[in-house]
Structure formats: C-alpha cells, structure tokens
Nanobody, 128 residues
Framework: QAHLVESGGGSVQAGGSLRLSCVAS????????MGWFRQVPGKGREALAA????????YYADSVKDRFTISQDSAGNTLYLDTINLKTDDTALYFC?????????????????????WGQGTQVTVSS
C-alpha cells in the first residue's frame, strides 16, 4: 500500500519561506504525476503545482507560480515544494498527491480526481 508522508510545515511570518517534503513509498501501480494541493476548512482542495514523475515539466497555479517551486529527487520518490514570500492567504493544510494515470498536463493536474494516492497533510500557518 502506498504511503505519502509530508513534512516541513510550520508557523512563519508573512514574507517567510518553507520547504515542504513528501516521501512516497509502496506504489502498487506506476506513478506518473505528482502534485501539491492545499485546503482550508470549509473549502475544496486547491491545486498548487504538479510535475511529471522523473520529468522536467512543471505546472503551477497562477496564485503561486512566482513564489512556489516544485521539484523531486532523482528517483521520483521525494517531492518538494519550496515556498517563498509567504502570505497570510497561504495558510492551509498542504497535501502531496500521486497519480497512476497517464495524464499530468493541462488541465488534468488541477483535478484532485487525477490522483490516487494522498498524504495526510502538513499544516502551514502564516501570520502577519
């Protein structure tokens, strides 16, 4: 059974930065797409960024594209999200996700249904 474990969240002041990590293991199917989402209470999951596993192509939501960077290790088993210039609106529970389908481009990466594996989330709190 696949396990995705996020870490790196925490409390920071506005303008600060964090590096989120997601370690994945135990995939039962080939995984092609890995992404980051976030969610605040009472709202749906917001797609932030995605990357083909093992490939360079990346995708970003407009709200974060100049501040967040997605990357992965050479084996495609650890996913990162580097965040800078954090804003109070970035406060949320951040999830990593992995999809075993063959679709990772636009618009599929934005759809939570494209991902079969999810972590439990890591909380990011940004204060003013």
């Amino acid at each position: 059974q696949a396990h995705l474990v996020e870490s790196g969240g925490g409390s920071v002041q506005a303008g600060g930065s964090l590096r989120l990590s997601c370690v994945a293991s135990g995939y039962s199917d080939p995984v092609y797409c890995m992404g980051w989402f976030r969610q605040v209470p009472g709202k749906g999951r917001e797609a932030l960024a995605a990357q083909w596993r093992g490939g360079p192509s990346t995708y970003y939501a407009d709200s974060v594209k100049d501040r967040f960077t997605i990357s992965q290790d050479s084996a495609g088993n650890t996913l990162y999200l580097d965040t800078i210039n954090l804003k109070t609106d970035d406060t949320a529970l951040y999830f990593c996700a992995a999809g075993s389908g063959s679709k990772c481009g636009e618009p599929f990466w934005r759809d939570a249904e494209s991902y079969q594996y999810w972590g439990q989330g890591t909380q990011v709190t940004v204060s003013s």
